[in-house]
């Protein structure tokens, strides 16, 4: 059975930095669409960023991107979500997902199906102005 195990999270001041990690264990797959998302209190989950296990193909959402780097160790079977110049709209719980049939589309990444995947607990990461 797939697990995912999120760490890292914190409370951290507007323009700081943060390194989310999301360990995941019980797959074979050669290749998995591994991302992050967030979802803060009221508001609808938000897709963040996307790595593509086998090419290491990424994806980010305009609201991250130049700031967050989503980056993968093989070895460790981790994934790494860093993050920096942190703003109070990134207040969150960060969840780790992991969609082990989705596939780099024609725009070179892949993006997981939510119903598909594989979750964590989630970790919460929390930024004061």
């Known amino acids: 059975q797939v697990q995912l195990f999120e760490s890292g999270g914190g409370s951290v001041q507007a323009g700081g930095s943060l390194r989310l990690s999301c360990a995941a264990s019980?797959?074979?797959?050669?290749?998995?669409?591994m991302a992050w998302f967030r979802q803060a209190p009221g508001k609808e989950r938000e897709g963040v960023a996307s790595i593509y296990t086998g090419s290491g193909s990424t994806y980010y959402a305009a609201s991250v991107k130049g700031r967050f780097t989503i980056s993968q160790d093989n070895a460790k079977n981790t994934v790494y979500l860093q993050m920096n110049s942190l703003e109070p709209e990134d207040t969150a719980m960060y969840y780790c997902?992991?969609?082990?049939?989705?596939?780099?589309?024609?725009?070179?990444?892949?993006?997981?199906?939510?119903?598909?995947?594989?979750w964590g607990q989630g970790t919460q990461v929390t930024v004061s102005s």
């Open positions: 019980g797959y074979t797959y050669s290749s998995v669409c």
């Open positions: 997902a992991a969609d082990p049939i989705a596939i780099e589309d024609f725009d070179g990444y892949c993006l997981p199906s939510p119903a598909r995947s594989y």
